[in-house]
């Protein structure tokens, strides 16, 4: 593929197929995006809405492992456009990508201090953490004025800032110290998630199911007052179903980490297709599984929609389980997302080293370096780490940045198989092991016309500061790839490109002590 072989190939198909499980996380955004499901479609988006966003995360996945299977590179996403379609579109599917797999971090890890705040401070410890939690100015909390809920949550925005950046310094160390250890924590997740997800879904139905099956597929429009207020304005049924495809759509995403790491992984041809695959679709069962134990569980779906952004944590809360049960089960879910968000700066670290490698980011000299010593790309981990927290900083609210991380992320994702869609028996003749055959055009379609539906509920109020982003990042790119960019960057070397960097690529190997 025209690259040294910097990094080190550690890891094996199951590993890699942990990172991307551990990525999705179905008790990551399985959890904290589930009040979205209840305050759109009820029951029925929770559970048939699901499987629909699951179904087409799964086609994505097939169609994206197509492409792996024939250019199993670190810059994943980026370098299949940038060979697709060419060095401009490839340019662009980086920074869209790089932008969501930002939001990837940024939003489990709020995700992961507002777990640990309400599960385990408040919910094991039992400490009062109003102080920590943004409060609701309409109505006022009992007893509090205006400004003294104002200041609260002022209050509440700092402590979080500070919980995040702690969490992430500690990802980022561990990503620091080599893919050896992110690989055994991952491995780890790949199993808790699984064995909590089982547990947790026996806890629902054993001491809180009504076994009312009716309510898994009957669609209630809950937007505006009924949803409290989680989706402000009330909108149409077929809106309503958009909007809380979120719901799956922001929890099974990330699984291109199987594809960031190939590089690190051992017949990446093979595994990498199969590890994204996997991961998406025991996500989807398992996940599917769990939400109709939370919609089953529900003593009244009303009052749980009423409850917004607090619906599933008062379900935890008030379910007659044993309490040392409830307090172990609260704890492997804080670390679960603790890991999730790990594995998901581990991908990003690998597409800032991938499209620096390039020469495509501002100071790529810098990012591109790897450390001799761990073999990890360790300018770019800390870099990743950084823009992760700022993240939080100019968007604080989870929502938001949920929804930002599967717009951006899936608009990445059809970027190559839109060019794939154009290059296939064209200029795209060389494939890899695992194939789609007749099934990959229409497929392909599929994807690109399901992605425009995404685009249309991504910026759908409460996300709707998502807008500033994305027309921001449009006018940016534009403006940096015709002012600059089109004359400078090369992209990623192609055909006789690849012949000249023989010797750079034998040299910056020995230099690592080998191809590793």
């Given at each position: 593929?025209?690259?040294?072989?910097?990094?080190?190939?550690?890891?094996?198909?199951?590993?890699?197929?942990?990172?991307?499980?551990?990525?999705?996380?179905?008790?990551?955004?399985?959890?904290?995006?589930?009040?979205?499901?209840?305050?759109?479609?009820?029951?029925?988006?929770?559970?048939?809405?699901?499987?629909?966003g699951g179904l087409f995360a799964l086609l994505v996945a097939s169609c994206?492992?197509?492409?792996?299977?024939?250019?199993?590179?670190?810059?994943?996403?980026?370098?299949?456009?940038?060979?697709?379609?060419?060095?401009?579109?490839?340019?662009?599917?980086?920074?869209?990508?790089?932008?969501?797999?930002?939001f990837v971090v940024a939003s489990?890890?709020?995700?992961?201090?507002?777990?640990?705040?309400?599960?385990?401070?408040?919910?094991?410890?039992?400490?009062?953490?109003?102080?920590?939690?943004?409060?609701?100015?309409?109505?006022?909390?009992a007893g509090m004025t205006a400004d003294q809920v104002d200041a609260?949550?002022?209050?509440?925005?700092?402590?979080?800032?500070?919980?995040?950046?702690?969490?992430?310094?500690?990802?980022?160390?561990?990503?620091?110290?080599?893919?050896?250890?992110?690989?055994?924590?991952?491995?780890?997740?790949?199993?808790?998630?699984?064995?909590?997800?089982v547990v947790l879904t026996a806890m629902f139905l054993i001491w809180g199911a009504t076994w009312d099956f009716s309510r898994l597929t009957t669609f209630v429009n809950n937007t505006g007052e009924p949803g409290g207020g989680y989706v402000p304005e009330a909108r149409t049924a077929l809106i309503a179903f958009l909007v809380g495809l979120l719901y799956p759509l922001y929890t099974i995403?990330?699984?291109?980490?199987?594809?960031?790491?190939?590089?690190?992984?051992?017949?990446?041809?093979?595994?990498?297709?199969?590890?994204?695959?996997?991961?998406?679709?025991?996500?989807?069962?398992?996940?599917?599984?769990?939400?109709?134990?939370?919609?089953?569980?529900?003593?009244?779906?009303?009052?749980?929609?009423?409850?917004?952004?607090?619906?599933?944590?008062?379900?935890?809360?008030?379910?007659?389980?044993?309490?040392?049960?409830?307090?172990?089960?609260?704890?492997?879910?804080?670390?679960?997302?603790?890991?999730?968000a790990l594995a998901g700066l581990t991908s990003t670290s690998r597409m800032v080293y991938a499209f620096a490698r390039d020469g495509g980011l501002p100071g790529s000299s810098m990012w591109k370096q790897v450390s001799p010593k761990w073999r990890t790309p360790v300018p770019a981990i800390w870099l990743a780490a950084v823009l992760s927290v700022a993240a939080t900083l100019y968007s604080p609210a989870f929502a938001a940045l949920a929804a930002g991380c599967a717009l951006f992320l899936y608009i990445s994702y059809a970027m190559p198989i839109a060019a794939g869609l154009l290059a296939e028996g064209k200029t795209w003749t060389t494939f890899g092991?695992?194939?789609?055959?007749?099934?990959?055009?229409?497929?392909?379609?599929?994807?690109?016309?399901?992605?425009?539906?995404?685009?249309?509920a991504g910026i759908q109020p409460p996300f709707d500061i998502l807008i500033n982003y994305a027309i921001g990042l449009v006018v940016l790119l534009v403006l940096l790839w015709f002012g600059l960019e089109r004359r400078r960057f090369a992209g990623p070397p192609i055909g006789a490109a690849i012949a000249k960097r023989q010797a750079e690529i034998a040299a910056a190997e020995a230099s690592l002590g080998g191809a590793g």
């Open positions: 593929m025209g690259y040294a072989q910097e990094l080190s190939r550690r890891m094996g198909g199951f590993s890699n197929f942990a990172i991307s499980f551990s990525i999705i996380c179905i008790l990551a955004g399985g959890i904290t995006s589930f009040p979205l499901a209840m305050a759109t479609g009820s029951g029925f988006e929770a559970t048939i809405g699901w499987i629909v994206l492992g197509q492409i792996a299977s024939a250019y199993p590179t670190a810059g994943a996403l980026y370098h299949w456009s940038s060979i697709l379609g060419g060095r401009g579109w490839g340019w662009a599917t980086a920074w869209i990508n790089l932008l969501g797999l930002i489990v890890d709020v995700g992961v201090w507002l777990l640990f705040r309400d599960l385990v401070l408040a919910g094991v410890f039992h400490i009062d953490v109003t102080a920590w939690t943004v409060l609701a100015t309409d109505p006022l909390p609260n949550n002022t209050h509440a925005y700092y402590v979080q800032v500070v919980a995040v950046s702690l969490i992430v310094l500690a990802q980022a160390l561990v990503n620091h110290f080599g893919i050896k250890l992110t690989t055994l924590l991952t491995d780890f997740s790949g199993y808790l998630i699984l064995v909590v997800a995403t990330g699984f291109d980490a199987s594809a960031h790491t190939s590089e690190e992984t051992a017949d990446a041809r093979r595994a990498v297709p199969r590890g994204m695959i996997h991961s998406v679709f025991w996500s989807l069962v398992f996940g599917f599984v769990m939400a109709v134990s939370f919609v089953l569980a529900s003593p009244d779906l009303a009052a749980t929609a009423k409850d917004g952004a607090n619906a599933w944590f008062n379900l935890f809360n008030n379910l007659p389980a044993p309490t040392f049960l409830k307090d172990i089960i609260a704890i492997a879910i804080v670390v679960a997302n603790f890991i999730c092991p695992f194939r789609l055959g007749v099934f990959s055009k229409p497929m392909g379609v599929l994807v690109l016309l399901g992605t425009l539906v995404l685009m249309y």
